[in-house]
């Protein structure tokens, strides 16, 4: 079992940065593919970033290209999204995801095993 915990998020204005953790538990931590989305109100829960066990392959959706940094450090068992130039559409419940092997597609939200409970980052303007 894995369980994953979310912290850093927060209230900030508008072209702010946050950087959001998550801890998971779990001694093969290394081997998961993990990935972070969101849920706004009233939205489905869409696809952020993702990157894989080993670090060297990281994806994102378009819309926080250049704004948002995935990273993660195995050491300790630790997943970052790192969000510059926040934007008020980016307010949304950040959910961290951990993808088993065997691995799906990162973007795809059914491809993960487990879920942490989400924080909530709210952009004001």
């Known amino acids: 079992q894995v369980q994953l915990v979310e912290s850093g998020g927060g209230l900030v204005q508008a072209g702010g940065s946050l950087r959001l953790s998550c801890a998971a538990s779990g001694r093969t931590f290394s081997s998961y593919a993990m990935g972070w989305f969101r849920q706004a109100p009233g939205k489905e829960r869409e696809f952020v970033a993702a990157?894989?066990?080993?670090?060297?392959?990281?994806y994102s959706t378009d819309s926080v290209k250049g704004r948002f940094t995935i990273s993660r450090d195995n050491a300790k068992n630790t997943v970052y999204l790192q969000m510059n130039s926040l934007a008020l559409e980016d307010t949304a419940v950040y959910y961290c995801?951990?993808?088993?092997?065997?691995?799906?597609?990162?973007?795809?939200?059914?491809?993960?095993?487990?879920w942490g409970q989400g924080t909530q980052v709210t952009v004001s303007s």
């Open positions: 990157i894989r066990w080993s670090g060297g392959s990281t």
């Open positions: 995801a951990a993808d088993t092997p065997p691995y799906g597609s990162v973007r795809v939200l059914e491809s993960y095993d487990y």
